[in-house]
T-cell receptor, first 116, second 115 residues
Framework: GAGVSQSPRYKVAKRGQDVALRCDPISGHVSLFWYQQALGQGPEFLTYFQNEAQLDKSGLPSDRFFAERPEGSVSTLKIQRTQQEDSAVYLC??????????????FGPGTRLTVL | AQSVTQPDIHITVSEGASLELRCNYS??????LFWYVQSPGQGLQLLLKYFSGDTLVQGIKGFEAEFKRSQSSFNLRKPSVHWSDAAEYFCAVGPNTGTASKLTFGTGTRLQVTL
């Protein structure tokens, strides 16, 4: 596709349920980022992949959060035992990161997660 | 640690008036700087970016921004606002590493445009 796509666009979960959020980056983009955007706030970094390697997961708020990108393309963000404070929009971004040059990140529309 | 401050939470301007949105950053060196716009229910769209060179950068939709190293600022401007510019605007910084790196965002400025 032409841009970054995310699914589902909306997810409602009961507290304690597990959820999986999917991100399809722009074809050929090496770098993939996940951000969390709470209501009324700016996005906050969660984790970063370069191809299939997870190079930075310093922003994951707890061990209930897990991300993977097994084939270096599609990525999944999984949240186990969801809590109300996990309610947020989860944004995925991809970037064509070639050595020797900076590149901007292209964002998907996000998945709005509501935990009841 | 890098940080971004957008001091104006909410700004209202009349259609046709000029606009300036403020952004100040804290970073040990010259960072990469970005402005994104977010419409309700949408993802972030890049308006413009500064990596190096000319400190006045032009973006899409008639926006421009000026990097001022001495003031650690990267303010966004538009000479004449259109009603369709109403949205949330985010300033972001990233480390100047030459490759893609995580971004740090400000809390955003919500722009309202009156007709």
């Amino acid at each position: 596709g032409a841009g970054v796509s995310q699914s589902p666009r909306y997810k409602v979960a009961k507290r304690g349920q597990d959820v999986a959020l999917r991100c399809d980056p722009i074809s050929g983009h090496v770098s993939l980022f996940w951000y969390q955007q709470a209501l009324g706030q700016g996005p906050e970094f969660l984790t970063y992949f370069q191809n299939e390697a997870q190079l930075d997961k310093s922003g994951l708020p707890s061990d209930r959060f897990f991300a993977e990108r097994p084939e270096g393309s599609v990525s999944t963000l999984k949240i186990q035992r969801t809590q109300q404070e996990d309610s947020a929009v989860y944004l995925c971004a991809s970037s064509l990161a070639l050595a020797g040059g900076p590149h901007e990140q292209f964002f998907g529309p996000g998945t709005r997660l509501t935990v009841l | 640690a890098q940080s971004v401050t957008q001091p104006d939470i909410h700004i209202t301007v009349s259609e046709g008036a000029s606009l300036e949105l403020r952004c100040n950053y804290s970073y040990g060196a010259t960072p990469y700087l970005f402005w994104y716009v977010q419409s309700p229910g949408q993802g972030l769209q890049l308006l413009l970016k500064y990596f190096s060179g000319d400190t006045l950068v032009q973006g899409i939709k008639g926006f421009e921004a000026e990097f001022k190293r001495s003031q650690s600022s990267f303010n966004l401007r538009k000479p004449s606002v259109h009603w369709s510019d109403a949205a949330e605007y985010f300033c972001a910084v990233g480390p100047n590493t030459g490759t893609a790196s995580k971004l740090t965002f400000g809390t955003g400025t919500r722009l309202q445009v009156t007709l």
